[in-house]
C-alpha cells in the first residue's frame, strides 16, 4: 500500500509522542541523579573533613551518609537497567550511554575510595578530587539528557535544572574546599583565587537558572536563600578569600560546612520543585500531544469521507476544497514543527558555553599532552590572570588552534 | 540482571551503528529526490517555455519530460514508503515526516498542474511558481536530512550535496527566468535585478558546497563547467541583465535555454559523484563502526576473563590494573563522541544561514501577515536596496523582532 502524504503527517505526530515519552523517562533518570549527586556532595564534604586534621568525630556521621548514599546508588542503577538500550528502539543515545559507561565505571570504584578514606590513606584533595569526578560525570549525564531534547519547552526546563545542578555542585565544591582550608587553619593566595573562582562560577550558573525559570521557582529559589545563613556564609567567606591571611581557629570548619549544608539542603528544595515541573510538564505534553494526534485524526477522517463522496465516481485524488484542506494541515504542522526547531536552538544556545569550554579542555589536553583536570586549571589561571571570562579564554584558545 | 558500564560502552557503538545504517537508507532517499529534482527543473523550464508565446513547438519536448517525470516520482515514493515510520523505530523524524507530508502533498496536485499546462490557463509565472515550492519542498526534505545526520563526515557531505542541489535548483530558476525575460522581447529595471540576485544567490551556494568538497570532487566541478558554456552564458546574461534595456528576438529563448541545459545537465554529472560518494562513505563508516564494536567487544572478554582468574576468589570487582584498562576504554570512547559531536556542530554552522533567513521570513509572514513568498521578496528586496547581504537583513529582522 502507497503511504499518503496524511499518513506521513501522522507519522510525524506519532514520532513527537514518542519522543516525549522518551524524554519523561529520561526525566526520572534525571530525578535520581540528583538526587545521588546531592548525596555524594555530602559524602564528599564529610569525608574531606573527615581527612582532615582532627576529623575523626565526623566518622559516624560520614559512615551514615556512606550508607545513604548506597541506597541511592541502587536506585540510579535500576533506572540505568530500565533505559532500552536495544540500538534499533533508541536513536542519538550514543552519547549519553557512553556517559553512562564512564559514571558506572566511577560507582564500581566507590567501595575501594571509601576503605582507603576509612583507612586514612587518602589526602583531602585526593578524596575530593575523586569524588569531584564521579559527580562530574554524573552531571554530563544531565547535560546530555537536556542537549538531546527535542521539545523547546522540556529542554528550557532541563537547562534550567542542569545549570541549577552545577551551580550547587560548586557550592558544594566550595563547602569542601573552604572545610579543607579553615581546618588547616590558614589560606595563600592561590587558595584565595580558586575559592573567589568557585563563587563567581555558582553565581554564572544561578544565572542561568534563573534566565530559564518561571516567576514561581525564581520565587522558591529567594525563599529558600534565607538571609540569616547568607550573611554568615558572606561573612565566612570574607574571612576565608581576603589577602590579609588570618590564622583560622579549626573549630571554623565545623560552623563553616553547617553553614553552607544548611544553604545546599535548602538549595535541594527548589530542585525537588524542579523534578516535580518537569515531570508535570512531560505528563501535560504527552497528553496535549495525544489530543491532537486524535483530533488530526478526525479531520482526516472527515476529509476522506469528503473525498469518497465527492469523486466516488472519479479519482482517487481529493477535490480542489479538500486539497486545500489538506495543504493547510501540512503546511501547519511543518510550520509548527520549524518553529520547535528554532526555538530549541536558542535554548540549545545556554548549553554551548559549558561545551565551548570542554573543546578548548579537549585541545590543549591534546596539544599540551595534559591531563583534564590540569587542561582546565590553565585555562581557570589565564582567566584569573588576565581577568577574563572562562568563555573568552576558551574561544581565544579554539582561535589558536593551528598556533597550539 | 545489573548492565554493567560495559555494557554500556558496547550499547553506544550499536547505536553508532544504527545511525549510521539509518543515515545510509536516508542517503538513498536524498539521490533519488535529487534526480526527481533534476527532471522537475527540466519540465519546469520547458514548462515556462510552451506557456510563452510561441511555444507549442516545446510541446513534444514537455510531455517527453513530463512521462520522464511520472517514471522518477514512482521512484521516489518507493523510497518514502520503504521508510520505517512506527514511532517506536525512529526518532527525531518529526521534521522529516512533516516535510515529506507537504512534499506527497504536492506530488498528488501535479496531474492537475500539468492539465491546465496542457490546456495553457496557467500563466508561465504560475506555472513556474508551482514547480518552485514543489522543488523547494524536496529541497528542505534533504536539509533535514542534512540536519538530523549525527556522524560529522557524512554531515559534511550531505552539507556539501544540499548546497550544490540548491546552487542548481537557482541555476534552474535562473533558465526559466532568463527564458521568459528573452521570450517577451525585454527586461525592465525589477526583473534585471531577480536575475543577479539568482545568480547570487547560485554562486554562494556553490562556495559553500566547495568549503565542504574534497580536491577529487572540486576538481570534477571544475571540470564540468566547460568554458565555451560559460563564456556562451556570460554573454546571455549581460545581454539579459545590464540597465540598457534591449529588444531581444524571440530565438533568444531557446539558445538561452539550450545554453543553461547543457551547463545544468553537466552539474548533472557532479551530483551523480556526490551521490556515489556519500554511499561510499555511509559504507565504510558502517564496515569501520562493525570492526571497532569487534574489537572492543574481544578487550572486554579479555579483560573479564582476566578479572576473573585474577578475583576467582574475592569479589566481582576487577582489580586495580584491568580497571585501568576499563577506564581508559570508557574514557576513549566518551572523547571520541564528544570530538565528534563538537566537529558535527562546526558543520552544522553552515546549515545555520538558511534556518537565520528561514526564521526571519516566518517572522514576517506572522507580523505582516504575509504569504511565504513576499515575506521573502520582502527580504530580498531590502537586501538589494541597502546593498547588503540576505543574511545580514534576516538577521537584522530577528534582532528587531519586538519592535515588529
Redesign the interface.
Known sequence: ?????????V?????????LQ?LALTSELVSTIGQLSHALQKERGLSNVFLGPNGMHFNEQRQQQTAHCTHIEKNV?TH??ALD?S???????????????????AL??L??LRQRIASRTLTPTESTAAFNRLISGLLVVVFEAADSA?DPEISRALVAMFNFMQGKEFAGQERAFGAACFASGRTDTAQQQQWLHLIELQERCFQVFADFSDTAVSGAWRASQLTGVLVDLERQRRLGCTPASHQFDSSFSQVWFDCCTRRIDAMKTVEDLLYRNLRRLCERKIVQAKAELHDQQLIIDELSRQASAANADTSA??GPQI?RS??GL??E???R???M??EL?TVRAALSER?VV??AK?LLMAARKLSEDDAYKMLRQTAMSQNRRLLDVAESVLAMADYL
Open positions: 500500500m502507497t503511504k499518503s502524504g496524511l499518513s506521513f503527517l507519522a510525524a505526530r506519532q514520532c513527537e509522542i514518542a519522543e522518551q542503577r540505568f537497567d538500550t540500538p534499533t528502539q533508541v536513536r542519538n543515545s550514543a552519547r549519553l550511554f557512553s556517559r553512562i559507561a564512564v559514571v558506572l565505571h564500581d570504584a567501595p575501594t527535542t485524488h481529493y486539497e489538506v495543504l501540512v503546511q504542522q511543518a510550520q514543527l520549524q518553529a526547531s528554532d536552538e561545551k570542554e573543546r579537549g
